[in-house]
């Protein structure tokens, strides 16, 4: 009786957009993805969970993102987590080593391919042995801000959210604070452009789980005393559509800077340098996500 010959599948799917690729392609043809992101995913034999951070230019996206990785990475409260594949741990080490210097990291390309992206497969022990195989990438603000006003601009992006299992949306507080309608007039926008995508008919609200970040508290103390509050005050249209479209929503304050020192540029431009880092409200967003999973 002859024994049966493996053979090598032709072309690999793309995690993100699903779009099938040589087995050898280092990226995706179609969305830039990592292809490393499906061969992990095969080899772990489950669905990995995706959360999505999202929100405008300048919030501080990469650095929350690059901050939680870092932390994920030393246990903090808890979590036990490890990088799947060296490039995941490419955004942290940027982040920290900026931070460490004493600057914040450049701003992230639009170009998909320029993308940082993270596979990390988490578990909290107290917790039982529940494991979480979380895809998380580093997205630029102006490609959300593309995508919101002409869908389908970066297809990548509405794949992303199309197969989160939750989101992170970060709003500048800061800017929120002093009384700017622009955080929450992009808040609404990005919340009504995740309603359309993940928006089933069955559904009154939705189920997907929304941490809405606060970024930059240190600069609004009163956020951290009590983040729903200062959202019904100063972000009054995000908490609207927040209460009548979702189910799971919950407001977080968060910093990661301690202090701040301004300087100039060669163009007279004033530039913020964290002079002390104290990250703040890091985890309990992602935390709140994973509890609604």
């Known amino acids: 009786m002859g024994t049966a010959t493996y053979t090598a599948p032709t072309t690999l799917p793309c995690l993100i957009c699903e779009v099938e690729n040589s087995p050898d392609a280092v990226v995706c043809a179609e969305c830039s993805a ?5 061969q992990e995913a095969l080899a772990q034999e489950r ?3 995706i959360i999505t951070v999202i929100g405008d230019s300048n919030v501080g996206k990469t650095v929350y993102l690059g901050m939680l990785l870092d932390m994920l990475s030393k246990r903090a409260d808890d979590f036990d987590a490890v990088p799947k594949g060296a490039y995941s741990v490419n955004l942290q080490h940027q982040v920290i080593s900026y931070l460490g210097g004493r600057q914040f990291p450049p701003k992230t390309a639009m170009e ?10 988490a578990s909290k022990k107290k917790k039982g042995p529940q494991i ?3 895809v998380m990438p580093d997205m630029a603000g102006e490609a959300v801000a593309a995508e919101v006003a002409s869908p389908k601009t970066f297809k990548v992006i509405r794949s992303l959210l199309e197969k989160s299992s939750g989101a992170i949306l970060l709003v500048d507080a800061a800017l929120a604070g002093v009384g700017s309608p622009q955080p929450d007039f992009f808040a609404l926008k990005l919340m009504s452009y995740l309603d359309g995508v993940i928006a ?8 997907t789980p929304v941490a809405i970040v606060l970024s930059k508290s240190d600069y ?6 009590n983040p729903r509050a200062f959202a019904e005050t100063n972000l009054n249209r995000l908490w609207n559509i927040c ?3 979702f189910e799971h929503f919950d407001f977080f304050a968060t910093s990661v800077v301690g202090s701040l020192g301004y300087g100039t540029d060669e163009y007279d431009n004033v530039i913020p340098y964290p002079l002390h880092v104290a990250p703040r409200g890091i985890l309990e967003p992602f935390e709140w996500v994973l509890s609604k999973l």
Do not use: G, T
């Not at 089933?200 to 189920?207: G, H, P, T």
């Open 200 to 207: 089933s008919k069955q559904e009154d609200r939705l189920k």
């Open 220 to 225: 609004c103390p009163d956020c951290f005393d």
């Open 132 to 134: 979480y195989d979380l």
């Open 243 to 245: 209460h009548n479209r």
């Open 112 to 121: 998909v391919d320029e993308w940082q992206w993270a596979y990390y497969q």
């Open 34 to 38: 990592p292809m490393a992101l499906i």
């Open 47 to 49: 669905d990995p969970c």
